[in-house]
């Protein structure tokens, strides 16, 4: 079993940054992936971004160049930076975790609004 938890989230104003963070626990030796996902109401859940065990890193093009993915092992810990937010970020962001089988956080709300 693996667990997340997911935090940062809040209300920013447009241009504004948040900074989520993913604490997993458990069997994380498992995890061979991490991943951002979002999802706003009356839309499927997309992917925003994910990082391997190798550090290679994945953009949705709706934020590359605005998130940056990073780990800290010493920490167990993913964390997306998120800059120049827009509006259309806003959204519930779940942290994502691969092992044989994917598990989920619950979600942090993350609203861009003036």
């Known amino acids: 079993q693996v667990q997340l938890v997911e935090s940062g989230g809040g209300l920013v104003q447009p241009g504004g940054s948040l900074r989520l963070s993913c604490a997993a626990s458990?069997?994380?030796?498992?995890?061979?992936?991490m991943g951002w996902y979002r999802q706003a109401p009356g839309k499927q859940r997309e992917l925003v971004a994910t990082i391997t065990s190798g550090d290679n890193t994945n953009y949705a093009d709706s934020v590359k160049g605005r998130f940056t993915i990073s780990r800290d092992n010493a920490k167990n810990t993913v964390y997306l930076q998120m800059n120049s937010l827009k509006p259309e970020d806003t959204a519930v962001y779940y942290c994502?975790?691969?092992?044989?089988?994917?598990?989920w956080g619950q979600g942090t709300q993350v609203t861009v609004s003036s």
């Open positions: 458990g069997n994380i030796f498992s995890i061979s992936l």
């Open positions: 994502k975790a691969t092992t044989v089988i994917n598990f």
